[in-house]
């Protein structure tokens, strides 16, 4: 009676063992961990003020030319870095505005589209484009604003890592609205 029982344990396990091939499954991404929002005042030795995330930090960069001035916001968990330059206008507005559209416009490459929002605050005398770029550009977000008299700043977010999309969304969402918050809150001095 034993070995009948064995021969039918065998049996039992050599058939549930009869399955289908195993698969390779793909790569897995990390869980992104989202901090609350929370916003800092800075003032800017570059004639303007923001605010910023206070999960991020400031690195200001001499700058050789007395008319721009150049500092990044580093987003250190999210390795993402928004590289912000101020001018001054000398009447070169067009020229300022053009370069900022082909800077943005460079990525078209690699984008599957690139959404513009034109600003307009004339409460704080802010204007400008935000431009959205879609596909695994090394660039998600670019922005320029200015008084169209004095002050113009260009904002661009990069990330080092290479670009991917599909795992980087949550993040450029998330430092979007960052950056829509920095737009909104910012003045001229």
Sequence with gaps: MRPVRNIAFMAVLLLAACGQPPVPRPAGYFRIYLPAKSYVRFESPCYYSIEYPEYARINLHPSIATDTCWMDIE??????????????????????????????????????????????????????????????TASAVQFFMTDSVNHYLRGSLYFMAQPNEDSLMPVITFLRDDIIHLIETLNWR
Excluded: C, M, Q
């Excluded at 484009?129 to 879609?134: E, S």
């Design 75 to 136: 987003f250190p968990s999210f390795k993402a870095k928004l590289h912000l330059t101020y001018f001054d206008l000398h009447g070169n507005l067009a020229s300022l505005t053009e370069s900022s559209r082909e800077l943005a416009y460079k990525h078209t490459i690699r984008a599957e589209a690139i959404d513009e929002k034109i600003w307009a605050d004339d409460s704080a005398n802010v204007y400008g484009i935000l431009y959205d770029l879609k596909g695994n």
